[in-house]
């Protein structure tokens, strides 16, 4: 009992202190998400959502302030399982997916929310060439060791709500809302360092 007391006790510091300082993951794109919902003519709320998913986190669980989130979104991999509405989506009068090929999200503060594990993520969201700041509610929802890769992984849940008008977004409003609510969920892990050794050759 007291051997297996130990292990527990050890296991546990080993993994809060592979979550103690800043470290950068990696967003897996296999298990993120970003989706956003919409009001058509106040009769449905429909949701599309988006495949490919980029970026990096910066977390660090002591000085939340040295926090940072990078994300990149290929706005033609839309998916609303409607296949004309993803092509008209992609349209000049809507995303313009031709001149504007991604989304992107860099942050610019982190602040820690009053429940534990909550933060508000402050930054600028570019969406079709146009940039601008917005806030997100976050919340921390595991920090651990990954079971299958063994190595150090964070997921978060996050949620803002914009105006898709500001971004030069505009058409059909009202009727199709100028509401568009975001919500993201997304897993990323340390790279094993093979990985992260590939990665630097690939990028000279």
């Known amino acids: 009992m007291l051997k297996q007391t130990l292990l527990a006790s050890l296991l546990a510091l080993t993994s809060a ?8 993951y990696t967003i897996d794109g296999s298990h993120t998400q970003a989706n956003f919902t919409w009001t058509h003519f106040g009769f449905s709320n429909p949701t599309g959502g988006f495949d490919n998913i980029a970026g990096t986190i ?84 595991r920090a651990a060791v990954h079971p299958m890769s063994n190595q150090p992984t964070i997921g978060f849940d996050g949620s803002v709500t914009i105006k898709r008008s500001d971004f030069g977004i505009g058409a059909y409003v009202p009727n199709v809302s100028d509401e568009i609510r975001i919500r993201i969920t997304t897993e990323a892990s340390v790279p094993k360092k093979a990985d992260a050794a590939d990665a630097g050759k690939a990028a000279k």
């Open 17 to 24: 202190s592979a979550f103690a300082a800043a470290e950068t």
């Open 58 to 141: 910066t977390y660090d669980a002591d000085h939340p302030e040295k926090s940072s989130v990078e994300v990149t979104i290929a706005i033609d991999s839309m998916n609303t399982h409607v296949a004309d509405l993803d092509t008209h989506l992609k349209k000049p009068d809507f995303f313009d997916a031709a001149q504007f090929p991604t989304a992107t999200f860099k942050s610019t503060k982190v602040v820690a929310a009053a429940d534990k594990g909550d933060f508000k993520v402050s930054g600028d969201l570019t969406i079709h060439g146009v940039t601008k700041p917005v806030t997100l509610d976050a919340k921390l929802n």
